[in-house]
């Protein structure tokens, strides 16, 4: 059974970045789409962003958009997060999750999820 282990959360000033890593174990990514979605405080869970087993990426809206860049490495079964010029509505916990589709969809179509690490933006 695949499992998925997020890490490289943490506390950050406004304006600050984070790397967070979502690594497989029991399988492999190689050939799933890998989502980034995050729970922030009184809103339902949001997509992030998407990345196919080819590279091809697919943004949640504006989630992010210009602050938060996804790459893959399927020789260490690893997908990033890069986050940037966060702010604090960034703030929440951040989940990968995988696909055997081509990319991802909504939450709920996804197959594989990790247990989430928290992201705090705060003065």
């Known amino acids: 059974q695949l499992q998925l282990v997020e890490s490289g959360g943490g506390e950050v000033q406004p304006g600050g970045s984070l790397r967070l890593s979502c690594v497989a174990s029991?399988?492999?990514?190689?050939?799933?789409?890998v989502g980034w979605f995050r729970q922030v405080p009184g809103k339902e869970r949001e997509g992030v962003v998407c990345?196919?087993?080819?590279?091809?990426?697919?943004n949640f809206g504006d989630v992010g958009l210009g602050r938060f860049t996804v790459s893959r490495n399927n020789a260490k079964n690893t997908v990033s997060l890069r986050m940037s010029s966060l702010k604090p509505e960034d703030t929440g916990v951040y989940y990968c999750?995988?696909?055997?589709?081509?990319?991802?969809?909504?939450?709920?179509?996804?197959?594989?999820w990790g247990i989430g690490t928290q992201v705090t933006v705060s003065s």
């Open positions: 990345i196919s087993h080819s590279g091809g990426i697919k």
């Open positions: 029991g399988g492999t990514l190689n050939y799933l789409a």
């Open positions: 999750a995988a696909t055997q589709d081509y990319t991802c969809q909504t939450a709920d179509a996804m197959e594989y």
